[in-house]
């Protein structure tokens, strides 16, 4: 008779086990913490990687160093840890950089500095942020794209798009801006660096920018476009 699995640490191979598959040096899924937080990081960096298609779940516990029992455990589909992704660690970071662009009184320079620093930031924190975005959100097709739009709404799209129009009336942005591109642009001009500067430092040593450099640079050429300051 199949055992009756209830308890997830059960379903770890032993580190030492030939069949465990796990690269040397990586860590079990019983350390460091919860062996459910580390899947979700295990995966987070193997979608940023390879691309969500090419990442089975299987390809996710050989990862993590457990068996793939223990991945069924917790996930028993890839588009339900797409969705636990989506509300445990996309939705905390959309609240934390949605709240440096909660201040109504923020003159607009300062909510896009702060928002794009925000952006550099999380993308610091979160290496895989930066390239999991451009390869599966912004890109079309991109199999996050939909299920964070459907998960999200645009509520929050809309009330930022009504902020931006509100300061072109009053005269603090430029009018000829157009309001539902100017986060795309902020995105496009801070996370798509963050994206490549890992392998631009591999390839050219410190030349790859800096953190706040990229910040400088997006909020610059928002404002002041490229003519002389």
């Known amino acids: 008779m199949t055992k009756d699995v209830t308890d997830p640490s059960e379903l770890s191979v032993p580190a030492d086990s030939p069949k465990s598959g796990r690269r040397p040096g990586r860590p079990t899924g019983t350390q460091h913490g919860e062996p459910r937080a580390l899947l979700l990081d295990v995966a987070l960096?193997?979608?940023?990687?390879?691309?969500?298609?090419?990442?089975?779940?299987?390809?996710?516990?050989?990862?993590?160093?457990?068996?793939?029992?223990?991945?069924?455990?917790?996930?028993?589909t890839r588009d339900q840890l797409l969705d636990v992704l989506i509300d445990e660690r996309f939705v905390p970071l959309r609240a934390e950089l949605g709240s440096l662009f909660a201040d109504s009184d923020a003159e607009p320079a300062d909510a896009l500095r702060a928002f794009a620093e925000g952006l550099v930031a999380v993308a610091e924190r979160l290496p895989w942020f930066a390239t999991l975005w451009v390869r599966e959100v912004i890109s079309e097709g991109g199999l996050l794209r939909q299920r964070i739009?459907?998960?999200?709404?645009?509520?929050?799209?809309?009330?930022?798009?009504a902020r931006i129009t509100q300061w072109q009336k009053d005269g603090k942005l430029n009018p000829?801006?157009?309001?539902?591109?100017?986060?795309?642009?902020?995105?496009?001009?801070?996370?798509?660096?963050?994206?490549?500067?890992?392998?631009?430092?591999?390839?050219?040593?410190?030349?790859?920018?800096?953190r706040d450099q990229i910040a400088r640079h997006a909020v610059a050429l928002l404002m002041h476009g490229i003519g002389p300051a």
């Open 45 to 76: 960096v193997l979608f940023a990687r390879q691309g969500i298609m090419e990442t089975t779940l299987g390809a996710i516990a050989r990862e993590a160093g457990v068996t793939p029992a223990m991945v069924h455990y917790y996930f028993k």
């Open 149 to 161: 739009a459907a998960r999200f709404g645009d509520a929050n799209r809309k009330a930022a798009i």
């Open 176 to 210: 000829h801006l157009e309001p539902s591109l100017l986060f795309a642009s902020l995105f496009g001009l801070t996370v798509l660096p963050m994206a490549v500067t890992y392998k631009w430092a591999e390839e050219n040593g410190d030349c790859a920018p800096k």
